[in-house]
């Protein structure tokens, strides 16, 4: 069924809430640590972030940049209430049957070196994901490539690029002065290719769920947005 400008579908709020849902829970498991094999290590929030960037990809691919660009912002916001209402949770006095202090601390504690960090590489690479996904299915129309019009091209790239972006930006600012400025370097390449393996994994399921909610959507106005700048979340166009 087609969509009017303003109103969205039960598929694309339900696409949005759990868009949200990945990004705060990923954040709160970030503090486990997982062994890959006996060569390195990983967060647990490794397992669900690239969630989000999956299902970035099927709301650019089916709703466009504009709604993409406003469940992105959605989702900052949706994540920084629940650190502020965490944070809010942790000074309250907790009342003498209350032992549970400490540990809340430790699971919930944020230190704000590495909340600013993660917030500000979310955004942007989630923001750079979308760009790129939907610059390339709009790049010249009439001719241009076949292959950058390809969702499963596009999807690839553009997770390579926001994982990219997001490491870019994370590592540096949360770690930079503690650890060495080599490990960080890998870090952020090893990051950024495990992201991208993620998906490529995953991409068949992608495709699949994309081509089903199209099927269930109908013709979406597939138009290039009116404008690309990012903090114009309210644009719908």
């Given at each position: ?22 990004i705060?829970?990923?954040?709160l498991?970030e ?29 650019v691919?089916?709703?466009?940049f ?16 629940v650190a502020?209402?965490?944070q ?16 809340m601390?430790?699971?919930y504690?944020?230190?704000?070196r ?11 690479g989630?923001?750079?994901n ?16 076949r ?91």
């Amino acid at each position: 069924m087609n969509q009017t400008r303003s109103h969205v579908s039960v598929t694309f709020m339900i696409l949005s809430v759990t868009f949200c849902v990945c990004i705060i829970v990923s954040n709160l498991v970030e503090i486990k640590t997982v062994e890959i094999g006996q060569f390195f290590s990983v967060t647990a929030g490794m397992f669900v972030f690239p969630i989000s960037y999956i299902l970035n990809d099927c709301i650019v691919e089916v709703y466009g940049f504009a709604k993409a660009r406003m469940v992105i912002w959605l989702g900052f916001a949706m994540n920084l209430l629940v650190a502020l209402l965490l944070q809010l949770a942790i000074v309250l006095p907790g009342s003498p049957e209350w032992h549970g202090q400490e540990a809340m601390e430790l699971v919930y504690g944020a230190v704000p070196r590495i909340f600013v960090a993660s917030f500000i590489a979310f955004l942007s690479g989630s923001l750079v994901n979308a760009y790129v996904m939907d610059r390339l299915k709009h790049s010249n129309p009439t001719g241009g490539s076949r292959l950058s019009r390809s969702f499963s091209f596009r999807a690839l790239l553009s997770t390579l690029f926001g994982e990219g972006i997001d490491s870019l930006i994370f590592f540096p600012i949360a770690f930079g002065g503690v650890l060495s400025w080599g490990l960080i370097g890998r870090l952020i390449v090893i990051q950024t290719v495990l992201k991208t393996l993620y998906e490529l994994i995953i991409l068949p399921v992608t495709v699949w769920v994309v081509r089903l909610l199209i099927r269930h959507e109908g013709e979406l106005d597939n138009r290039k947005p009116s404008s690309y700048k990012w903090w114009k979340f309210k644009d719908l166009d």
